[in-house]
């Protein structure tokens, strides 16, 4: 069964910092891994994808992950984070393909960014 | 460019009433889904659609019900509300295997 992981529950950086969120997944072949973003009271919103390749991604917002097999992991990065950067990421991994087209997600329980002005 | 649509935005139920929670696609996507989410539990498959005509039961099916009533729109329907399924619910859509999934604003349901 795939799974994700997302250790830090809540994380804080100040206004024009670099951000690292952790995300390790879990799944037996070559995984599809998302990160999202999710602000107040709206919904998810794709940031960027993985499918295969190259393993650094770009994202929008200035945003980028790295896959890492090795260590079964596809962190979210930024080099400098803006105020408008404060919402919730959820890290999703795929690859249970459905009878059809479609895709069965899982998604991590996903981590809340605060940014200090 | 309205993408996927949820109504209504929200909802007080009381313990025992029926609902149908809507949602409604124009991207012309096959597949369709519906997530609870509740804090520190991300988002949990309901119900999924993989293409018109199909549905299958997802990691928290019980207490609800779905019709795909088209390629358009799939509907979510709580029979007998219950206190535990008040949460925020999504609706998503993709267009193939290796797509990502786009998610309407929610609906956000609150049952007393």
């Known amino acids: 069964a795939q799974s994700v992981t997302q250790p830090d529950i809540h994380i804080t950086v100040s206004e024009g910092a670099s951000l690292e969120l952790r995300c390790n997944y879990s799944y037996g072949a070559t995984p599809y891994l998302f990160w999202y973003v999710q602000s107040p009271g709206q919904g998810l919103q794709l940031l960027l994808k993985y499918f295969s390749g190259d393993t650094l991604v770009q994202g929008i917002k200035g945003f980028e992950a790295e896959f890492k097999r090795s260590q079964s992991s596809f962190n979210l990065r930024k080099p400098s984070v803006h105020w408008s950067d404060a919402a919730e990421y959820f890290c999703a991994v795929g690859g249970y393909i459905l009878t059809g087209g479609g895709n069965k997600l899982t998604f991590g329980t996903g981590t809340q960014l605060k940014v200090e002005l | 460019n309205a993408g996927v649509t949820q109504t209504p935005k929200f909802q007080v139920l009381k313990t025992g009433q029926s609902m149908t929670l809507q949602c409604a696609q124009d991207m012309n996507h096959n597949s369709m889904y519906w997530y609870r989410q509740d804090p520190g539990m991300g988002l949990r498959l309901i119900y999924y659609?993989?293409?018109?005509?199909?549905?299958d039961k997802g990691e928290v099916p019980n207490g609800y019900n779905v019709s795909r009533l088209n390629k358009r729109e799939f509907s979510l329907r709580l029979e007998s509300a219950a206190p535990s399924q008040t949460s925020v619910y999504f609706c998503a859509s993709s267009s193939g295997e290796f797509q990502p999934q786009h998610f309407g604003d929610g609906t956000r349901l609150s049952i007393l």
């Open positions: 659609s993989a293409s018109e005509g199909t549905t």
